[in-house]
C-alpha cells in the first residue's frame, strides 16, 4: 500500500474511494496547513517547470494557483487582497510582462 503523506485536492478521498479502494486522511491544522501548501507548492513549482508541453504547463499553473487559494484562506485574505497588493507593486515597481533580465549594476 502506497504512503503519500502530502497534501491532496479536497475531493482525492472520494475519487479515491469511488475506484473501489480505500484511503486514510486526516485534517490539517492551521499552521500544518500553510506548511503543506507551501511543500505542495514547490512540487507544483517544480512540475510546472519540468511541463513537456502548453496545456500541461497551464495545468499546473491552475494548481499553483488554486494553492494560493488555499493559503489565502489560511491567512485570513481575500483573492481581491491579493490582488490590490500585486497592483500596488507593479505600480510601484513594474510587472514581469515585458522579459526585462537584469545582467549586472555598477556601483
Request: proline share 3%; charged share 35%; net charge negative.
Amino acid at each position: 500500500m502506497p504512503v503519500y503523506n502530502k497534501l491532496v485536492r479536497d475531493r482525492i478521498p472520494h475519487i479515491v474511494e469511488e475506484s473501489g479502494k480505500t484511503c486514510t486522511t486526516r485534517i490539517l491544522a492551521p499552521s500544518e496547513h500553510l506548511g503543506e501548501i507551501k511543500n505542495k507548492m514547490q512540487e507544483e513549482m517544480l512540475e510546472f517547470q519540468q511541463a513537456a508541453n502548453e496545456m500541461d504547463a497551464i495545468e499546473e499553473l491552475a494548481d499553483i494557483l488554486e494553492l494560493m487559494h488555499a493559503a489565502l484562506e489560511v491567512y485570513g485574505f481575500s483573492y481581491e487582497e491579493l490582488e490590490a497588493v500585486r497592483h500596488h507593486k507593479k505600480d510601484k515597481r513594474g510587472g514581469f510582462a515585458e522579459g526585462v533580465y537584469l545582467i549586472e549594476v555598477e556601483d
